[in-house]
């Protein structure tokens, strides 16, 4: 394929020298004209391991070429790869200008080539920013004149050649047939999975991805500062943890969905914070898990009370489904909360049983919601009766069943995800999806 790729910084720079290292023909722009002409020798602007090599052979087999000249790069090739800068403005937001500018002088090449030309936009944007380009490119080019993906980039630096040729997957944003193809063709010789999905998906799945490896190093740190204040060496509790691959580094708990809760997770995090008290560390991040857990209990109240109805159904009380457990459920505290505000709630859970509770179980319910007995009901037909909404807390077959089979007139408030795929009715909502 012809490619011309706009931005020849770390990732245009790699992708182009790969591409023709694959045996496309590719084309660099930049605005920097000292970087063009380094790169049109075949020399590399950034230091990069293997990257000099496919540099000089991609120029030398005459697969590489670089320019300042946007126009004639896009009239010359196929496909244009946007990769310049989305730098952060004072209050973090990206500055998408270069985006933009590009697609601006991309579409007017379009225009004076007089054929159709694949856009893909692979600098990490927000979501919404591929359709607006696409918008933005079809007023000055015409409809049917261009096809636009996103492809978010997950190399490294420092391994950037290796991570482009093992991605973890290739994502496509995108609801251009011919565009997915292109986009396919181009990496025709990549490994991996290849996912196509919206482009507002794709875009954000970038943002996801870097703050997930955020959240992780301050998570190692911050176990590391514990460790330490209890001479434990925190890179063997890490190593230890990371092997479990069943809960630990896995998609369990990965799910977005209602507030973790149990006989554990609270008190055993509780635990290791009042350590941190103890000994004067700061854990700022791990301090922070009570409270955005409790908002998520927050945000589920307020929206069954923006309803506005009185009569409400919850199926699932324990802190999740198969267990009677109750201690610590956050769904405890969210029926205190509805019935201080005055609604009728009527409580469906398959397992529990007011007579078999019992221990600390049975003082932690009495304690935190003494009439809970009469709320609870034995069948669902029971918590349906005259309900105007049906909240689901537990992620159960059977709640999936009931749920699909309720009037139009019921609404359905799901915490937790209970269907894979959202039924499409204005009763359903979900809490945070
Ligand atoms: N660096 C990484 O490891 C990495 C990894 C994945 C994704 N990304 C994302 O990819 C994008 C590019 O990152 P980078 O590190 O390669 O950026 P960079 O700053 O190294 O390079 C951007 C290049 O774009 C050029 N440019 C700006 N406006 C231009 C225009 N109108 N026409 C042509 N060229 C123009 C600049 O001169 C510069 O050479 C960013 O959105 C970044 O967040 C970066």
Redesign the pocket.
């Known amino acids: 394929m012809k490619i011309s790729i706009?931005?020849?910084?770390?990732?245009?720079?790699v992708t182009a020298a790969c591409l023709a290292r694959d045996g496309h023909h590719v084309v660099g722009?930049?605005?920097?004209p000292d970087?063009v002409s380094l790169i049109a020798r075949g020399e590399s602007?950034?230091i990069e391991p293997g990257l000099k090599e496919l540099l000089q052979y991609g120029v030398q087999s005459n697969r590489i070429e670089a320019t300042v000249d946007?126009e004639a790069a896009v009239i010359n090739s196929d496909m244009s790869l946007i990769?310049?800068?989305?730098?952060p403005m004072e209050r973090g937001e990206?500055d998408l200008s270069?985006v933009i500018?590009?697609c601006k002088?991309i579409a007017l090449a379009i225009k004076k080539k007089g054929s159709s030309h694949v856009v893909m936009i692979?600098?990490?944007?927000p979501p919404g920013t591929l359709k607006r380009c696409q918008e933005l490119m079809e007023d000055v080019c015409g409809q049917d004149s261009v096809h636009v993906a996103f492809n978010?980039?997950?190399?490294?630096?420092g391994s950037?050649i290796r991570d482009y040729d093992c991605p973890p997957y290739t994502i496509i944003g995108t609801e251009s047939a011919i565009a997915e193809q292109a986009v396919r063709d181009l990496y025709a010789k990549v490994e991996g999975k290849v996912m196509v999905v919206e482009p507002e998906v794709a875009e954000m799945v970038?943002y996801v991805a870097n703050t997930w490896h955020a959240t992780k190093v301050s998570f190692a740190n911050e176990i590391g500062r514990l460790a330490k204040a209890f001479n434990v060496d925190g890179r063997e509790i890490m190593n230890i943890i990371v092997q479990d691959e069943k809960l630990n580094v896995s998609p369990v708990y990965m799910r977005p969905g209602f507030a973790y809760g149990g006989s554990c997770l609270p008190k055993d995090l509780g635990a290791l914070l009042y350590f941190a008290r103890a000994k004067d560390l700061f854990v700022p991040m791990l301090n922070a898990l009570p409270a955005t857990n409790n908002l998520q209990i927050d945000l589920a109240a307020r929206k069954i009370l923006g309803y506005g109805v009185k009569k409400i159904a919850i199926f699932g009380l324990a802190f999740k489904a198969n267990t009677d457990d109750l201690r610590e459920s956050p769904t405890v505290p969210l029926v205190k909360r509805l019935l201080g505000e005055g609604c009728e709630v009527k409580i469906y859970d398959p397992a529990v049983n007011e007579t078999q509770l019992m221990g600390t179980n049975l003082t932690y319910i009495q304690q935190h919601l003494p009439h809970f007995a009469n709320l609870l009901v034995t069948n669902p037909e029971e918590a349906l009766a005259d309900s105007d909404l049906v909240v689901a807390t537990h992620r159960t077959p059977e709640f999936q069943q009931l749920l699909q089979q309720l009037p139009e007139t019921t609404k359905i408030f799901d915490l937790v995800g209970v269907f894979d795929h959202a039924p499409a009715v204005p009763q359903y909502e979900g809490l945070a999806w």
Request: net charge neutral; hydrophobic share 35%.
């Open positions: 706009f931005g020849l910084g770390y990732v245009g720079v722009v930049d605005l920097n970087k602007p950034i946007a990769s310049v800068g989305t730098p990206p270069y500018s590009v002088d692979r600098s990490t944007v978010p980039e997950f190399l490294r630096e950037a970038k």
